[in-house]
């Protein structure tokens, strides 16, 4: 896989799954299946609300720009009387 090709999320999971494998197994336990569960369910959280965020803002900025064409086509429209 190309390097260049991958998210910042993913990089960073690459980077730590390396550091995971580099370093010895007796300084740091394995997290435990609830723990690990945890913090899925926090990662998937966090990148759920950064999309309702972006939809949110998009859809605001997306229909500002519909309802400016509208008032622009309206003006247009009744000018030429």
């Known amino acids: 896989m190309?390097?260049?090709?991958?998210?910042?999320?993913?990089?960073?999971?690459?980077?730590e799954a390396r550091r995971e494998a580099a370093s010895p197994r007796a300084?740091?336990?394995?997290?435990s299946p609830a723990e690990r569960l945890a913090q899925l369910m926090a990662e998937e959280r966090a990148q759920t609300l950064?999309?309702?965020?972006?939809m949110?803002?998009?859809?605001?900025?997306i229909?500002?720009?519909?309802?400016?064409?509208?008032?622009?086509w309206l003006l247009r429209a009744f000018r030429r009387r």
């Open 2 to 15: 190309d390097p260049d090709k991958l998210s910042a999320r993913e990089k960073a999971l690459i980077e």
């Open 27 to 31: 300084e740091k336990a394995a997290p």
């Open 50 to 54: 950064e999309r309702k965020r972006k």
């Open 56 to 61: 949110r803002r998009y859809g605001l900025t």
């Open 63 to 72: 229909s500002g720009a519909i309802a400016a064409l509208f008032v622009l």
